[in-house]
Structures are given as structure tokens and as C-alpha cells.
């Protein structure tokens, strides 16, 4: 099968105008999971029977080093999921980005993926002892599961967002919608229910707008080097 196109996984709609305003080049497709796995591995799976030459997981995720900050660029070399399972980001397309993501002074390591949104301190700091992952995120574990099952090589570009010293508030876990898109109505009305939540809501809204604005920044160099190494 020839290929034509790199598939892109994103959780969310801002990421994947994250992606557009990054990468305006025709050979890219790009799927809206709204953050959820097995949708993830729905789209992903349909993207590789379709030809994609790669599919690549890219979005912002929560932090779980201590050192991370909040719009640090993170290269995925490995998903862990719940389950246990793993899998490791291709080599080859590792390489071919590897002068890019020095430049962009990317870190490289192990992503968690997480069936459960991940929201509190404590919960970052159990999965970062328990398996060095330096961020979590709900959908490149199943993107990566349907590239093995297909063949096709994956690799993750994730930003941090919130950072793992902060919780999310209440507010915000319910603020996705299946498409992708943010519930801002629902959202500001439970932070109304608890105007206590405002601060932290406004901080989560300055770490995403980080993690997005490294995204646009970073991703132009990224996939023009995976579009070399992909010949596509």
C-alpha cells in the first residue's frame, strides 16, 4: 500500500487547530478523540487502513516529573497503559526528529496513558515513582495500540499543561465533550456553584494556552522532518 499522509490523534479541538496553524501541509489528517482511548483507537485504526504512513499522538498533557514546567515539549519514546501494556514510539521517526527536538529543547521519555482523567497531586506522584513517566495523557495508549495492531509506525509529541505540583479542580473534569470541545458553559457554571475554584481554573486555562502555544511553535519543524523521513 503506498502511503500519502501522516495520521495525527488529538484529544481535543484546540490541539488539533494547534496542529493546523503548525502544519498546513495536505499529507496530514488529523482525528479528535475528545480525549478518550478507545475512540482514539477507533479513529487511529480507520487512519491506518486508509494508508497513513504514520500516526503520530500529539496534544497537551499533564505533567508528572517535578521538573517539568508548564509548555515544555515532550517527545513520547514509550506508552504505558493502565494495563500494563507497552509500546514503544518507532526509532527511525525518533531519529529523523531528533536535530528539531534538540533545538526545541525537547525531553524525551515515557508517557502514562490513563482510562481516568488524572487529578490531583497525588496521583501524578504515584504514576511518576511507579513508572517514570514524565507526563500523562487519555489517548495516545489507544492510538499506539491500533498502530502496532496495524503495523504502522507511532510516535507521541505531547506539552506539558498542568504541571504536577497543581490539581484540577472540580470544575474541570467534566469540560470535554465527545467531539472534542470544551463545555465552557458547564464549566463556568459549576466553578459559579464554587467561586473558590476560579483561581485554579484560571491557572489551568494559563498552563493549557502554554502547552498550545508550544505546540504552534514547535510542530512546523517537528513534522517537516517527519515528512523527509516518511518520504511522502
Same mark, same amino acid.
Given at each position: 500500500?503506498?502511503?500519502?499522509?501522516?495520521?495525527?490523534?488529538? *484529544?481535543?479541538?484546540?490541539? /488539533?487547530?494547534?496542529? !493546523?496553524?503548525?502544519?498546513? =501541509?495536505?499529507?496530514?489528517?488529523?482525528?479528535? +478523540? #475528545?480525549?478518550? $482511548?478507545?475512540?482514539?483507537?477507533?479513529? /487511529?485504526?480507520?487512519?491506518?487502513?486508509?494508508?497513513? #504512513?504514520?500516526?503520530?499522538? &500529539?496534544? &497537551? +498533557?499533564?505533567?508528572?516529573?517535578? /521538573?517539568?514546567?508548564?509548555?515544555?515539549?515532550?517527545? #513520547? %519514546?514509550?506508552?504505558?497503559?493502565?494495563?500494563?501494556? &507497552?509500546?514503544?514510539?518507532?526509532?527511525?521517526?525518533? *531519529?529523523?526528529?531528533?536535530?528539531?527536538?534538540?533545538?526545541?529543547?525537547?525531553?524525551?521519555?515515557?508517557?502514562?496513558?490513563?482510562?481516568?482523567?488524572?487529578? %490531583?497531586?497525588?496521583?501524578?506522584?504515584?504514576?511518576?515513582? %511507579?513508572? %517514570?513517566?514524565?507526563?500523562?495523557?487519555?489517548?495516545?495508549?489507544?492510538?499506539?495500540? /491500533?498502530?502496532?495492531?496495524? #503495523?504502522?509506525?507511532?510516535?507521541?509529541?505531547?506539552?506539558?499543561?498542568? @504541571?504536577?505540583? !497543581?490539581?484540577?479542580? @472540580?470544575?474541570?473534569?467534566?469540560?470535554?465533550?465527545?467531539?472534542?470541545?470544551?463545555?465552557?458553559?458547564?464549566?463556568?457554571?459549576? $466553578?459559579?456553584? =464554587?467561586?473558590?475554584?476560579?483561581?485554579?481554573?484560571?491557572?489551568?486555562?494559563?498552563? +493549557?494556552?502554554?502547552?498550545?502555544?508550544?505546540? !504552534?511553535?514547535?510542530?512546523?519543524?517537528?513534522?517537516?522532518?517527519?515528512?523527509? +523521513?516518511?518520504?511522502?
Amino acid at each position: 500500500m503506498s502511503h500519502s499522509f501522516i495520521g495525527v490523534i488529538c *484529544g481535543l479541538k484546540s490541539e /488539533a487547530a494547534a496542529v !493546523r496553524d503548525a502544519v498546513q =501541509d495536505k499529507r496530514l489528517r488529523i482525528g479528535v +478523540s #475528545g480525549a478518550n $482511548a478507545a475512540r482514539a483507537e477507533a479513529i /487511529a485504526a480507520t487512519l491506518c487502513h486508509e494508508g497513513a #504512513g504514520a500516526i503520530i499522538s &500529539v496534544g &497537551v +498533557s499533564g505533567g508528572l516529573d517535578p /521538573a517539568l514546567a508548564s509548555g515544555d515539549l515532550i517527545i #513520547g %519514546n514509550q506508552i504505558i497503559a493502565d494495563d500494563g501494556a &507497552v509500546w514503544e514510539s518507532h526509532s527511525y521517526l525518533i *531519529g529523523a526528529m531528533r536535530d528539531a527536538a534538540r533545538d526545541a529543547g525537547a525531553k524525551s521519555g515515557a508517557l502514562f496513558g490513563s482510562d481516568e482523567i488524572i487529578d %490531583n497531586t497525588s496521583k501524578k506522584s504515584a504514576l511518576f515513582h %511507579n513508572h %517514570n513517566a514524565l507526563a500523562v495523557d487519555m489517548e495516545s495508549h489507544g492510538a499506539a495500540r /491500533a498502530a502496532a495492531g496495524a #503495523g504502522v509506525p507511532f510516535l507521541a509529541i505531547r506539552a506539558i499543561a498542568d @504541571p504536577a505540583d !497543581r490539581a484540577l479542580p @472540580p470544575a474541570a473534569l467534566n469540560a470535554v465533550a465527545q467531539d472534542g470541545s470544551t463545555r465552557t458553559l458547564a464549566t463556568l457554571g459549576a $466553578a459559579l456553584r =464554587d467561586p473558590q475554584q476560579f483561581p485554579a481554573l484560571i491557572k489551568l486555562g494559563k498552563d +493549557s494556552e502554554a502547552a498550545l502555544k508550544t505546540l !504552534r511553535r514547535d510542530l512546523g519543524p517537528l513534522f517537516d522532518r517527519l515528512f523527509l +523521513s516518511l518520504d511522502l
